[in-house]
């Protein structure tokens, strides 16, 4: 019969199944209160999921469900732990972390960014890291303020 065929609890089949840790970014884990949430969220999904995949009675099998969802438990884990909750802004003068800035690009276009915590963000949905190059350009500055790099730049229209 051929190997293929066999169910073998092995040290090679378990080593196919743990995954490498998600990386984890070297800056500070800054979030906001409704960030912190969504990490909780996905840690308990995360554990829920890893709980189930513990039920299935093939070894190899459980080996291969479970591989996901103890790597993003371990990932969100550490994120909950070093999460440091920023408060809202407290003024509406400059850009800051947890502000919402609408600014116009030299093309006319006109965006609208929330600056959140690097597991927060979503560019499609509105939101960018604080540590993302436009947020960098864009921290500090107030109403008016025109940044730029790398030939482009963007005039600050609104600070909420």
Do not use: C, W
Not at 45 to 70: G, H, M, T
Not at 125 to 136: D, E, K, N, Q, T
């Amino acid at each position: 019969m051929s190997v293929a065929f066999t169910k073998e609890d092995s040290a090679e089949t378990a080593s196919e199944t743990l995954l490498p840790d998600r990386p984890v970014s070297p800056h500070p884990n800054l979030v906001t209160a409704a960030g912190l949430k969504t990490l909780e969220f996905q840690l308990r999904e995360a554990q829920e999921a890893y709980e189930a995949a513990q039920k299935i009675e093939d070894v190899n099998e459980r080996r291969r469900q479970s591989a996901n969802p103890l790597r993003d438990a371990r990932y969100f884990a550490a994120r909950v732990r070093t999460a440091q909750v920023m408060p809202d802004p407290a003024s509406t003068d400059t850009v800051a972390f947890g502000s919402t800035v609408t600014f116009r690009r030299e093309d006319g276009r006109v965006q609208k960014y929330h600056i959140v915590g690097e597991d927060e963000a979503d560019p499609k949905a509105g939101s960018i890291s604080f540590v993302s190059p436009v947020a960098r350009l864009l921290m500090g500055k107030a109403v008016g303020d025109v940044v730029g790099a790398s030939g482009q730049e963007f005039e600050i229209m609104a600070i909420s």
